[in-house]
Protein backbone atom coordinates (compact mmCIF):
# COMPACT_ATOMS: atom_id res chain seq x y z
CA UNK A 1 0.00 0.00 0.00
CA UNK A 2 1.55 3.81 -0.68
CA UNK A 3 0.32 6.50 0.49
CA UNK A 4 -0.26 9.81 -2.28
CA UNK A 5 -0.61 12.99 -0.87
CA UNK A 6 -1.85 16.06 -3.27
CA UNK A 7 -2.58 19.40 -3.12
CA UNK A 8 0.33 21.27 -2.29
CA UNK A 9 1.59 24.34 -4.15
CA UNK A 10 2.38 27.98 -4.03
CA UNK A 11 -0.05 30.16 -1.79
CA UNK A 12 0.40 34.10 -0.63
CA UNK A 13 -0.09 34.87 2.95
CA UNK A 14 -3.36 34.64 4.34
CA UNK A 15 -4.32 32.42 1.93
CA UNK A 16 -5.54 28.40 1.91
CA UNK A 17 -4.78 25.14 0.50
CA UNK A 18 -6.40 21.79 0.87
CA UNK A 19 -4.06 18.77 1.36
CA UNK A 20 -4.84 15.09 0.77
CA UNK A 21 -3.72 11.57 1.05
CA UNK A 22 -5.14 8.63 -0.64
CA UNK A 23 -4.01 5.14 0.35
CA UNK A 24 -3.49 3.39 -2.97
CA UNK A 25 -4.95 0.33 -1.09
CA UNK A 26 -7.12 -1.21 1.78
CA UNK A 27 -5.37 -0.29 5.18
CA UNK A 28 -7.24 -2.35 7.76
CA UNK A 29 -7.69 -1.52 11.19
CA UNK A 30 -6.25 2.10 11.18
CA UNK A 31 -5.28 3.61 14.56
CA UNK A 32 -4.55 7.17 13.48
CA UNK A 33 -3.81 9.30 10.25
CA UNK A 34 -1.77 12.54 10.54
CA UNK A 35 0.01 14.81 8.55
CA UNK A 36 3.55 16.13 9.41
CA UNK A 37 6.09 18.53 7.93
CA UNK A 38 9.82 19.39 7.32
CA UNK A 39 11.00 22.74 6.23
CA UNK A 40 14.43 23.37 4.71
CA UNK A 41 17.07 22.72 7.31
CA UNK A 42 14.45 21.34 10.01
CA UNK A 43 13.40 18.27 11.72
CA UNK A 44 10.71 16.65 10.74
CA UNK A 45 7.61 17.65 13.10
CA UNK A 46 4.24 17.08 13.95
CA UNK A 47 1.51 19.25 12.48
CA UNK A 48 -2.59 17.08 13.09
CA UNK A 49 -3.38 13.71 13.73
CA UNK A 50 -6.83 12.10 14.01
CA UNK A 51 -7.72 8.69 15.43
CA UNK A 52 -10.04 5.92 14.62
CA UNK A 53 -12.53 7.32 16.67
CA UNK A 54 -12.39 10.73 15.46
CA UNK A 55 -10.37 12.67 17.76
CA UNK A 56 -8.08 14.76 16.86
CA UNK A 57 -4.62 17.03 18.18
CA UNK A 58 -2.48 19.56 16.35
CA UNK A 59 0.61 21.50 16.89
CA UNK A 60 0.49 24.68 18.61
CA UNK A 61 1.59 25.76 15.86
CA UNK A 62 -1.00 25.34 13.25
CA UNK A 63 -3.97 25.18 16.24
CA UNK A 64 -6.94 27.32 15.11
CA UNK A 65 -5.89 27.03 11.69
CA UNK A 66 -5.46 23.82 9.95
CA UNK A 67 -8.36 21.26 10.82
CA UNK A 68 -7.33 17.24 10.37
CA UNK A 69 -10.18 15.22 8.66
CA UNK A 70 -10.93 12.18 6.86
CA UNK A 71 -12.49 9.61 4.77
CA UNK A 72 -12.41 6.28 6.30
CA UNK A 73 -13.75 4.27 3.68
CA UNK A 74 -11.31 5.80 1.25
CA UNK A 75 -8.76 5.53 3.24
CA UNK A 76 -8.19 9.24 2.99
CA UNK A 77 -7.04 11.97 4.95
CA UNK A 78 -7.22 15.52 4.24
CA UNK A 79 -5.68 18.49 5.78
CA UNK A 80 -7.16 22.23 5.24
CA UNK A 81 -4.71 24.91 5.99
CA UNK A 82 -5.89 28.44 6.30
CA UNK A 83 -4.69 31.71 7.55
CA UNK A 84 -0.95 30.35 5.84
CA UNK A 85 2.29 32.21 7.07
CA UNK A 86 5.69 32.09 5.49
CA UNK A 87 6.61 29.58 8.10
CA UNK A 88 4.30 27.13 6.99
CA UNK A 89 6.38 26.58 3.87
CA UNK A 90 7.52 22.96 3.95
CA UNK A 91 6.98 19.10 2.55
CA UNK A 92 3.58 18.16 4.00
CA UNK A 93 4.00 14.28 4.53
CA UNK A 94 0.86 12.27 5.66
CA UNK A 95 1.33 8.88 7.58
CA UNK A 96 -1.18 6.07 8.56
CA UNK A 97 -0.60 3.74 11.28
CA UNK A 98 -2.42 0.44 11.17
CA UNK A 99 -2.15 -2.32 14.10
CA UNK A 100 0.77 -3.82 12.53
CA UNK A 101 2.20 -1.41 9.83
CA UNK A 102 3.18 2.67 9.47
CA UNK A 103 3.00 4.26 5.97
CA UNK A 104 4.44 7.10 5.19
CA UNK A 105 3.67 9.74 2.01
CA UNK A 106 6.02 11.17 -0.46
CA UNK A 107 4.99 14.22 0.46
CA UNK A 108 3.76 17.37 -1.12
CA UNK A 109 5.60 20.64 -1.24
CA UNK A 110 3.44 23.64 0.17
CA UNK A 111 5.11 27.79 -0.20
CA UNK A 112 3.76 30.52 1.60
CA UNK A 113 5.27 33.69 -0.17
CA UNK A 114 5.10 37.18 1.86
Known amino acids: VQLQASGGGLVQAGGSLRLSCAAS????????MAWYRQAPGKQREFVAL???????NYADSVKGRFTISRDSAKSTVYLQMNSLTPEDTAVYYC?????????WGQGTQVTVSS
Open 25 to 32: GTISSVHH
Open 50 to 56: IVAGGST
Open 95 to 103: YQRSIDASY
